[in-house]
């Protein structure tokens, strides 16, 4: 193992630096919740006898007090491909818990989107704001104080740093999340993209799409393209909350099965009553992060994530920002190349090496800290293991030593990419991120005159009318926190990319989101200020010309100094009636910054 890189250390020691106050007072908060805080011994009579009046064959084993209790705080509902298999695993879990001498009983659900679903429609303007929902429904399930550890059931956008942000002001509960695994590869991503791209040219009917789409999305099991989901399953292997290398194993095998009941037998084997006690609050650190950034770096990651990890990293009194996850871009490769960003899918990843791989990798070039507290080992570098089943018995194996596909992973040194994925954007028109790592390195500069909207929809019927027959800069405003809960706009994927193909040079800048799943063409997203609050892409035009620049990190409108100086904002549409989006006033109206991780609750909680 190599010495951890300078600029890794630089910007680690920074961290720890800045998050000084706030990481110590968190560490006092669990410290003070387990040792005089509400736990399962300090509960009258009343209390637990409401706890336990439904547990069935585990009633004695709660009431006596002299078992772990786990709670299982699950995502589970059957819309969603990715949580479906987890409908059986309450079940599992208490036969796998009893194994050991201990219970489980699922403390809570929490609520699920499928960004999926909801794309391009009104009820995205939700999605952001169901982390934070979810992040309160788990504190709402552990808080019974019955429990003393827990078992995270998600894998989704939102729903991992919800689950998270949750369980770490219950940080002193030992805590393991549980993936349940892709669906198996269906149709050819490219064949995907090329058919989305006809039926936006009008080309291809709405039975041809859909027969597309289905062929895609076909199974139980997570979407199986490199998106938030994926991206969230590598993070929690990066950070060591995951059991090792059990994020891409198929859902319904005996080895997830397996992988499951390792993680049961492992959660009782790290409470507070034995010697190994490992709560979470300590092992989501300041490393823990940097670990979780190096890998979204390197793995071409969602562009999610640089809105989520702030917010998780809160959570834990952990203070970071965009010029630290640039300033590790720089110096981190892209060795992975999952489709959007290639053309093998999260199946193909796993199959040439995948997570174990990239942690052995990331670890022996220095890039990622291996003496972080993982919930299985002595450091990270345990991560860096296979697991098979021999016979009926789950083993781990090495990671392999090379990549079993070049095409889908490189080793650190030879990678697809000098520097990571990400890219930090400044200028006159604020802070923006753009993801480089699908997009071909001759579209990462873009000028052009820009043309303004204020809907994703505006922007459809301009292309479908013509108007966007040229090169251009497509502005997408008022799409931030406080405007309309920052939607994401994959739905301008396939038009943008139509432009582009045409050879026109296209980009996209907006203070909304893209998907994870979004490539190709050039976005700068995130952009803050937001223009709802005063941000300068309120004071764009139609036909200003605007720079966006991957090279030199440049986010500007070439309008007159003074010119710029003098132009009046534009006024903000209404906020959105209907699907709900009025219940969630109360979020758009005091979110904090896209860079702070857009949360009106940690804003009010003065995390």
């Given at each position: 193992?190599?010495?951890?890189?300078?600029?890794?250390?630089?910007?680690?020691?920074?961290?720890?630096?800045?998050?000084?106050?706030?990481?110590?007072?968190?560490?006092?908060?669990?410290?003070?919740?387990?040792?005089?805080?509400?736990?399962?011994?300090?509960?009258?009579?009343?209390?637990?006898?409401?706890?336990?009046?439904?547990?069935?064959?585990?009633?004695?084993?709660?009431?006596?007090?002299?078992?772990?209790?786990?709670?299982?705080?699950?995502?589970?509902?059957?819309?969603?491909?990715?949580?479906?298999?987890?409908?059986?695993?309450?079940?599992?879990?208490?036969?796998?818990?009893?194994?050991?001498?201990?219970?489980?009983?699922?403390?809570?659900?929490?609520?699920?989107?499928?960004?999926?679903?909801?794309?391009?429609?009104?009820?995205?303007?939700?999605?952001?704001?169901?982390?934070?929902?979810?992040?309160?429904?788990?504190?709402?399930?552990?808080?019974?104080?019955?429990?003393?550890?827990?078992?995270?059931?998600?894998?989704?956008?939102?729903?991992?740093?919800?689950?998270?942000?949750?369980?770490?002001?219950?940080?002193?509960?030992?805590?393991?999340?549980?993936?349940?695994?892709?669906?198996?590869?269906?149709?050819?991503?490219?064949?995907?993209?090329?058919?989305?791209?006809?039926?936006?040219?009008?080309?291809?009917?709405?039975?041809?799409?859909?027969?597309?789409?289905?062929?895609?999305?076909?199974?139980?099991?997570?979407?199986?393209?490199?998106?938030?989901?994926?991206?969230?399953?590598?993070?929690?292997?990066?950070m060591g909350l995951h059991l090792p290398g059990s994020s891409f194993v198929l859902p319904g095998t005996k080895l997830r099965q397996e992988l499951t009941r390792a993680a049961v037998h492992r959660i009782a084997q790290i409470g507070w009553d034995g010697d190994d006690y490992r709560p979470l609050g300590h092992c989501v650190d300041e490393k823990a992060i940097i670990n979780a950034i190096v890998g979204l770096l390197a793995t071409g990651g969602s562009t999610n994530h640089v809105i989520h990890l702030?917010?998780?990293?809160?959570?834990?009194?952990v203070q970071i920002d965009w010029d630290d996850m640039d300033e590790l871009s720089a110096v981190v490769p892209l060795i992975a190349n999952v489709y959007p960003n290639g053309a093998g899918d999260v199946n193909y990843f796993h199959a040439a090496g995948g997570m174990p791989y990239v942690i052995r990798e990331l670890i022996g070039g220095g890039l990622a800290h291996a003496d972080i507290r993982t919930v299985y080992g002595a450091s990270l570098e345990e991560g860096a293991r296979n697991p098979v089943?021999?016979?009926?018995?789950?083993?781990?194996?090495?990671?392999?030593?090379?990549?079993?596909?070049?095409?889908?992973?490189?080793?650190?040194?030879?990678?697809?990419?000098?520097?990571?994925?990400?890219?930090?954007?400044?200028?006159?028109?604020?802070?923006?991120?753009?993801?480089?790592?699908?997009?071909?390195?001759?579209?990462?500069?873009?000028?052009?005159?820009?043309?303004?909207?204020?809907?994703?929809?505006?922007?459809?019927?301009?292309?479908?009318?013509?108007?966007?027959?040229?090169?251009?800069?497509?502005?997408?405003?008022?799409?931030?926190?406080?405007?309309?809960?920052?939607?994401?706009?994959?739905?301008?994927?396939?038009?943008?990319?139509?432009?582009?193909?045409?050879?026109?040079?296209?980009?996209?800048?907006?203070?909304?989101?893209?998907?994870?799943?979004?490539?190709?063409?050039?976005?700068?997203?995130?952009?803050?200020?937001?223009?709802?609050?005063?941000?300068?892409?309120?004071?764009?035009?139609?036909?200003?010309?605007?720079?966006?620049?991957?090279?030199?990190?440049?986010?500007?409108?070439?309008?007159?100094?003074?010119?710029?100086?003098?132009?009046?904002?534009?006024?903000?549409?209404?906020?959105?009636?209907?699907?709900?989006?009025?219940?969630?006033?109360?979020?758009?109206?005091?979110?904090?910054?896209?860079?702070?991780?857009?949360?009106?609750?940690?804003?009010?909680?003065?995390?």
């Amino acid at each position: 193992m190599m010495a951890i890189h300078p600029v890794v250390a630089k910007v680690t020691e920074r961290i720890v630096k800045r998050s000084q106050t706030t990481r110590a007072a968190y560490l006092d908060l669990i410290a003070r919740s387990k040792d005089q805080g509400l736990n399962r011994p300090q509960l009258s009579c009343g209390n637990l006898a409401h706890g336990f009046a439904a547990s069935g064959e585990d009633k004695l084993a709660i009431r006596s007090g002299k078992a772990m209790n786990i709670g299982i705080v699950t995502a589970y509902n059957d819309m969603l491909s990715a949580h479906q298999p987890y409908g059986r695993y309450p079940d599992l879990i208490k036969v796998f818990a009893r194994e050991v001498g201990a219970t489980a009983q699922v403390a809570g659900g929490v609520p699920a989107m499928c960004d999926g679903v909801t794309q391009g429609q009104d009820s995205m303007e939700l999605s952001l704001f169901s982390r934070d929902t979810i992040a309160m429904s788990t504190v709402v399930g552990l808080s019974h104080a019955m429990f003393e550890g827990a078992l995270l059931l998600g894998i989704c956008d939102k729903i991992v740093p919800g689950l998270l942000i949750g369980s770490l002001r219950f940080g002193h509960l030992p805590t393991i999340l549980v993936p349940s695994g892709p669906m198996p590869t269906g149709l050819a991503n490219k064949e995907k993209v090329r058919i989305r791209q006809l039926y936006a040219e009008g080309k291809v009917g709405r039975d041809e799409l859909l027969e597309s789409e289905s062929a895609s999305y076909h199974s139980a099991g997570t979407c199986t393209f490199y998106g938030t989901a994926n991206s969230n399953q590598m993070m929690m292997e990066m950070m060591g909350l995951h059991l090792p290398g059990s994020s891409f194993v198929l859902p319904g095998t005996k080895l997830r099965q397996e992988l499951t009941r390792a993680a049961v037998h492992r959660i009782a084997q790290i409470g507070w009553d034995g010697d190994d006690y490992r709560p979470l609050g300590h092992c989501v650190d300041e490393k823990a992060i940097i670990n979780a950034i190096v890998g979204l770096l390197a793995t071409g990651g969602s562009t999610n994530h640089v809105i989520h990890l702030p917010a998780i990293a809160r959570a834990a009194g952990v203070q970071i920002d965009w010029d630290d996850m640039d300033e590790l871009s720089a110096v981190v490769p892209l060795i992975a190349n999952v489709y959007p960003n290639g053309a093998g899918d999260v199946n193909y990843f796993h199959a040439a090496g995948g997570m174990p791989y990239v942690i052995r990798e990331l670890i022996g070039g220095g890039l990622a800290h291996a003496d972080i507290r993982t919930v299985y080992g002595a450091s990270l570098e345990e991560g860096a293991r296979n697991p098979v089943m021999d016979g009926d018995t789950l083993r781990y194996d090495p990671a392999p030593e090379a990549s079993g596909d070049d095409k889908m992973l490189r080793p650190v040194s030879a990678p697809f990419q000098r520097e990571g994925g990400f890219r930090l954007l400044k200028g006159n028109l604020g802070r923006g991120t753009i993801k480089v790592s699908a997009v071909d390195s001759s579209r990462w500069t873009i000028e052009a005159p820009c043309r303004v909207f204020s809907d994703q929809n505006d922007v459809l019927a301009a292309f479908k009318a013509g108007e966007l027959e040229r090169d251009v800069v497509v502005v997408v405003r008022f799409q931030g926190p406080a405007a309309n809960g920052m939607p994401e706009l994959h739905k301008l994927t396939p038009p943008l990319g139509v432009l582009q193909d045409r050879g026109f040079k296209v980009a996209l800048v907006t203070d909304g989101r893209m998907s994870g799943a979004s490539g190709k063409v050039p976005a700068a997203i995130h952009v803050s200020p937001e223009a709802r609050l005063g941000g300068p892409l309120a004071k764009l035009r139609d036909g200003d010309l605007v720079r966006v620049c991957a090279v030199d990190g440049h986010l500007e409108a070439l309008v007159p100094a003074e010119e710029w100086a003098a132009r009046e904002e534009a006024v903000a549409p209404g906020e959105g009636l209907g699907v709900g989006r009025e219940l969630f006033a109360l979020m758009r109206h005091h979110a904090d910054p896209a860079e702070r991780g857009g949360s009106a609750m940690l804003a009010a909680a003065g995390l």
